[in-house]
């Protein structure tokens, strides 16, 4: 699959098109990698509307550094709020805020009818909670919710209230893949088709991760040594989780589909790829 394959460009012209139609741009970034999921054409399409960011999957993130994000986003301009999409009160604090933008966009546009409808486009990289978010605002499941990059294909209006009418779009990634550690998150966290790659390179990816961000989380989950190379370690927890083969060789694939699914699962605790005193160097 290529990297930015043709439904992703339809997808973009599509959502070019629409934003005449709309007041307000909700952008949805992956609370543990904001960075990585705050794909800069949003930016663009986003110009002259309202602008929020909405971290999602607060609930699997570092605690103390989503905070952090919260601030950063907000010093730079934009409405922020982190939520778990399954927190009912995380639910009611959005559309207090989306109550709020309402009525400020109603006073700028000097209109003073109560009936005035606000339009949303919720946009975003794919799989990180777009469709997830629209269904607890509407309070029941109206779009399809999935693990899988690109589970939402075409553009759905959905009504979450009298006045507030959403628009859920297709996942759309940065056009270039040239910043690597970009990538490499948008693999480890499945915001990218990762079905072609082995489960065992990703899982690579995540010891040397946690390794250098959260020292002693492979001791404590695998009961293994953090010394020596990526592989060495997961070669240990192959041995330590029985993924082995005849003769006693180690099932790459079976070890890097636990580290994986244990990591994505938030098994390994609430965890952020990335800091946001990182920015300015190339370590996110």
């Known amino acids: 699959m290529s990297w930015y394959p043709g439904h992703m460009k339809k997808a973009l012209d599509e959502i070019i098109e629409k934003k005449k139609m709309v007041d307000v741009v909700i952008e949805i970034v992956d609370a543990r990698i904001p960075y990585s999921t705050k794909n800069p054409l949003i930016d663009k399409i986003a110009a002259k509307k309202e602008h929020m960011i909405v971290l999602t999957k607060k609930d699997l993130a570092d605690m103390?550094?989503?905070?952090?994000?919260?601030?950063?986003?907000?010093?730079?301009?934009?409405?922020?709020?982190?939520?778990?999409?399954?927190?009912?009160?995380d639910i009611v604090e959005l559309k207090k805020e989306l109550a709020i933008v309402h009525k400020y966009l109603l006073e700028e546009k000097n209109q003073k009818r109560e009936?005035?409808?606000?339009?949303?486009?919720?946009?975003?990289?794919?799989?990180?909670?777009?469709?997830?978010?629209?269904?607890?605002?509407?309070?029941?499941?109206?779009?399809?919710?999935?693990?899988?990059?690109?589970?939402t294909k075409t553009m759905q209006w959905v009504r979450i209230s009298d006045n507030i009418l959403l628009l859920d779009t297709p996942g759309i990634l940065m056009k270039s893949k040239s910043e690597e550690n970009r990538?490499?998150?948008?693999?480890?966290?499945?915001?990218?088709?990762?079905?072609?790659?082995?489960?065992?390179?990703?899982a690579i990816k995540i010891v040397d991760m946690l390794k250098s961000k959260y020292p002693g989380k492979l001791n404590e989950r695998y009961k293994v040594e953090e010394q020596g190379e990526a592989l060495e370690i997961l070669e240990n927890i192959g041995r330590k989780r029985g993924a082995l083969i005849k003769g006693g060789n180690i099932d790459y694939t079976k070890v890097g589909n636990i580290i994986v699914d244990e990591f994505r699962k938030g098994i390994l605790g609430n965890l952020t790829l990335e800091n946001v005193d990182e920015l300015d160097r190339t370590e996110l």
Request: aromatic fraction near 4%; avoid cysteine.
């Open 64 to 89: 103390i550094k989503t905070k952090e994000w919260v601030e950063h986003f907000k010093s730079e301009g934009y409405n922020v709020i982190a939520i778990d999409t399954r927190s009912k009160r």
């Open 183 to 202: 990538v490499n998150n948008l693999e480890i966290l499945n915001s990218i088709d990762t079905s072609e790659i082995d489960s065992a390179e990703i």
């Open 115 to 151: 009936n005035f409808e606000m339009k949303i486009m919720v946009v975003g990289m794919p799989n990180v909670g777009k469709s997830s978010l629209l269904n607890a605002l509407k309070g029941q499941k109206s779009t399809k919710v999935g693990n899988t990059p690109g589970v």
